[in-house]
């Protein structure tokens, strides 16, 4: 089973607007259109079994529509293929009763922005959301370290990370980008082997530059396929999960990148979609 962890799609009438403002301020290229649509067809051509969607609210007066409309869209996964996790903001003012209401609908996880919700991940507000999706046993998936669309906030790089993790020692928890995007020293010198999952999203490949961009996109350099081994080797393969960000990274180019990356078949395996579907419980 291959299941993409890290993905993003808008609903039609917005989808065009939201890829053009995020792919101009990161400065890179969509792979798709960035619709629901267009993800299932990609899923179709790469084999992708499942891919979770991860909408994330900038506002708090966002959370609800898109909690309703992640609770809409899971009703038709099996169809789809397509499981989407919830969204909170840090200034929503009943946390408790947002992450209750998504767990008593059957949304497996929520998605956490430090950059866009401009709060550091160790700030109490964060540690009660992360607290309550805990004891609701739910899975937590955050954007770790900096953002390609405002590389220099740093709401979620490592420092903020592991006070964190050593506050409150979460189950279920996954830091997107290989622990943290553009940190990747950082993170190997102290994230690696935590009992906390990494996605693989934007850290194997290089990114797409947008046409007409005279500079390159302030990419961080991808892991090397060497590095890309290292990690798994000390931090267990059984805590690496693919992802893509899709429509920032193509699903096909990541899955060919980690089929050639030398891992064995049962190490592959597990990245591609054990370990998701165990985590899914699917
Ligand atoms: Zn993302």
């Known amino acids: 089973m ?3 962890f890290h993905t ?3 609903p039609s009438f917005l989808a065009d607007r939201a890829i053009y403002t995020l792919g101009h301020n990161g400065r890179i290229k969509n792979y798709i259109k960035g619709t629901n649509d267009s993800l ?5 051509e790469s084999h992708v079994d499942y891919s979770i969607l991860l909408p994330v609210a900038t506002k708090p007066t966002q959370t609800e529509n898109i909690n309703q409309t992640a609770i809409a869209i899971n009703e038709f996964s099996e169809e789809t ?3 989407s996790f ?3 903001h840090p200034d929503n003012e009943n946390p408790k009763k947002i992450i209750k209401d998504l767990a008593h609908n059957g949304v497996k996880g929520i998605k956490l922005h430090p950059i866009f919700q401009r709060t550091y991940i160790d700030d109490i507000k964060y540690l009660h959301i992360i607290e309550y999706a ?12 900096y953002d390609i669309t405002i590389p220099l906030y740093n709401y979620a790089n490592i420092s903020h990370i592991l006070t964190m993790l050593d506050t409150l020692q979460p189950k279920n928890m996954i830091l997107a980008h290989m622990g943290g995007w553009g940190c990747s020293s950082q993170v190997e010198g102290t994230l690696l082997g935590r009992d906390v999952y990494f996605d693989t999203a ?15 996109p302030e990419e961080a ?5 060497e590095r890309f081994l290292r990690f798994v080797k000390k931090h267990g393969a059984s805590k690496i999960l693919f992802g893509t960000d899709c429509p920032w990274d193509s699903q096909k180019n990541v899955i060919q990148f980690i089929k050639d990356s030398g891992l064995s078949d049962k190490d592959t395996s597990a990245i591609l979609g054990d370990n998701a579907a165990r985590l899914l419980k699917l």
């Open 40 to 44: 299932i067809s990609s899923m179709n």
């Open 8 to 10: 993003h799609t808008f």
């Open 2 to 4: 291959i299941i993409d």
């Open 202 to 216: 934007l850290s194997l490949l290089r990114l797409k530059p947008a046409p007409n961009t005279k500079r390159r």
């Open 221 to 225: 350099p991808p892991l090397s396929r």
């Open 134 to 145: 805990c004891e609701n046993d739910m899975i937590i998936l955050i954007h770790a370290g």
């Open 81 to 83: 293929g397509l499981i």
């Open 86 to 88: 919830g969204g909170i």
